[in-house]
């Protein structure tokens, strides 16, 4: 009864504030108290019971009002903060006002008019401690001060450290909260006890935190990503004393989780796990604070030892924003481990098989890892050189191609597949990853892919092969990156499967079909790439590779294609005329597909509704990488944009990128001599003749002069029919001395951009959107940073 009659009275009060059309006065408390003062509301209640159109109708009728109600509620959260919230009656305000709050800013943020609301201070509110206007803060500032303190707030958020009742109160201003770290891990290894209400506390101040922080999905996206989010620089800086104990609190929850526990089947169908929450909420206000342009701030380099704190003192000062700050200067090897086990212990869960169905805990915040993971390497390079050190590397590799593969068919998952590649993107870039691939791959997480016997090499070719011959439409532009990825590992892949070669060989057949070629700008891009790959396994790794080098001897048809490719107008024509009878994509004829794992599911398309968020367009692969060449001891050397540049990307225009329009391309296009005056795509003889020069066939045509007539001697002398003893010839074999000179290999390594870092922004937050259902803090706000759009 208790509990309906405080909701009465709760919906009372919000419609009084909606109908009153004079002010309410800030001192009358009986008016105010009535929002807080009451125990019984719940989040989702406060939700229900305070409507969307009520609050935008105070907003534009009795904007005092509304003023009032949000500085009442801020200052109820400062005087706790003051006070310590010992008593339940203070918890509840807090509490209540959290609330109100998480509901009341979206709305506020909204509108551009209210938009220097929280940053201004409100009149006569610094008078009554004496103070004069001048010093008082801004209301925004004494929020989120508000909030960083009651993060750390004994008996209401952390553990108590009083040995007894009788002791005084801890005096919040005092307390060190270096001491009270929520988690173990990173620079804290005492783990405090779980309390279940601290979790459910935290978890809202977090929520209110990560709604403060929202106002830049309000905000169009902008071309120049340098446009600090105000209440992350102020949360992030010097000014909140607790930056360092929550940037680790926040840190140590996440990687410590760990969801299966005990592994008892089914036990989380019969307890709730409190600690998801809470760990969802820190990921989220993690990748928000950590969201900074390292393009256009170099973040520190890292060369400190490994040895005392867990924060390298030794570097020079580097951004500030101290989460950035701190992520940068972790250096200790067991932090490293640390973070990395923890990462991939998460992003693993939802691959986890058990006999009896869904008896396993799944975690469903696989993007947000993604995005702190993508960060920890981003602005820690000895993170990076950790995580490649040693095979862990693998962990995060296999989830991140099960993602890859079980989203390619999903309209409403084109960001997951963007971050995976990029990351993948970024590894690939260093030596070691390509090295790193060579390891059997054992563990069969059941995906929708042929079975295969090989390496981990193996299963990237083949979930790559799968995206591009089955994946949707709008995957296209990751073609270039993903065949990067492969260009970047080739020269270390010591003996690819029959399936993996078999695999390369259909994707150059698809590639080089002359109506592929001819229709697009950027396609024979893609010839190029693969091309490099067969050249570089070739002149590097010749010796374990006798099922590649076998593929090509059996499809050398294709390479005498592109040989002998025509560029006289009327096979050009006829080629394109083919293009419109067949508009499929790609062939995935000859792709021999075979059985599938046991156990997977296909790749299923979103289903129809599905909420998707709008991308901005990611960055053409020649923006998103630099050319680094690799010397013979090992090293690399970055090179000059113009004598890096492959001849098919100095042929042709850039490739334009995932969110443009078909139109784009063509103005693009019609300032090419190769275009016709009235925007369609119109290949020439020179345009062909530009790239086809400078095809890198000269490696493969030698090896097949050399290798074709032994192979087809072989078989007529011996009678062989059997692949077996041809792949048994080709393994002994040797083209020492018989192949042009090897050429230097050239890596193709993920710059920070500018483009790249406004993509990752509008992505995170599109998906923090998304999966704030409960309550649906943002769900029908005019939000300007995306669309939102249905399947």
Known sequence: MGTADSKLNFRKAVIQLTTKTQPVEATDDAFWDQFWADSATSVQDVFALVPAAEIRAVREESPSNLATLCYKAVEKLVQGSESGCHSEKEKQIVLNCCRLLTRVLPYIFEDPDWRGFFWSTVPGAGQEGGEEDENARPLAESLLLAIADLLFCPDFTVQSHRKSAVDSAEDIHSLDSCEYIWEAGVGFAHSPQPNYTHDLNRTELLKLLLTCFSEAMYLPPAPDS??????????????????????????????????????????????????????????????????????????????????????????????????????????????????????????????????????????????????????????????????????????????????????????????????GVFILLLLSGERNFGVRLNKPYSVRVPMDIPVFTGTHADLLIVVFHKIITSGHQRLQPLFDCLLTIIVNVSPYLKSLSMVA????????????????????????????????????????????????????IRKRSVFHQLANLPTDVPSIHKALQRRRRNPETLSRTNSQEGVSMEGSCPAAPAEPGTLKTSLVATPGIDKLTEKSQVSEDGTMKSLEPESGRSPAESSSPARTSEREEPGQACREQQQSPTASTGGQWNPTPDWVLSWKSKLPLQTIMRLLQVLVPQVEKICIDKGLTDESEILKFLQHGTLVGLLPVPHPILIRKYQANSGTAMWFRTYMWGVIYLRNVDPPVWYDTDVKLFEIQRV
């Open 501 to 552: 070669a078999n695999k390369l060989l259909h994707l150059l057949e698809a590639f080089s079909t002359t109506w592929f070629l001819f229709s697009a700008v950027q396609n024979h891009h893609l010839v190029f790439f693969l091309l490099e790959v067969f050249n570089n396994i070739i002149q590097y790794q010749f010796d374990g590779n006798s099922n590649l080098v076998y593929a090509i």
């Open 226 to 419: 340098n446009s600090a989010n105000p209440w992350v620089q102020f949360f992030c800086s010097t000014e909140n004393r607790h930056a360092l104990p929550l940037f680790t609190s926040l840190l140590n929850i996440v990687c410590a989780y760990d969801p299966v526990g005990y592994g008892i089947p089914y036990n989380h169908w019969l307890f709730s796990d409190y600690r998801e929450p809470l760990v969802e909420e820190a990921a989220q206000v993690l990748i928000v604070t950590l969201d900074y342009d390292s393009a256009t701030s170099a973040s520190p380099t890292i060369d400190g030892t490994t040895t005392g704190t867990a924060m390298d003192d030794s570097d020079p000062p580097g951004p500030e924003n101290l989460f950035v700050n701190y992520l940068s200067r972790i250096h200790r090897e067991e932090d490293f481990q640390f973070i990395l086990k923890g990462v991939a212990r998460l992003l693993s869960n939802p691959l986890l098989q058990t006999y009896l169905p869904n008896s396993a805990k799944k975690i469903q915040f696989h993007q947000e890892l993604l995005v702190l993971f993508w960060k920890l390497c981003d602005f820690n390079k000895k993170f990076l050189f950790f995580v490649l050190k040693s095979s862990d590397v693998l962990d995060i590799l296999v989830p991140i191609l099960f993602f890859l593969n079980d989203a390619r068919a999903d309209q409403s998952r084109v960001g997951l597949m963007h971050i």
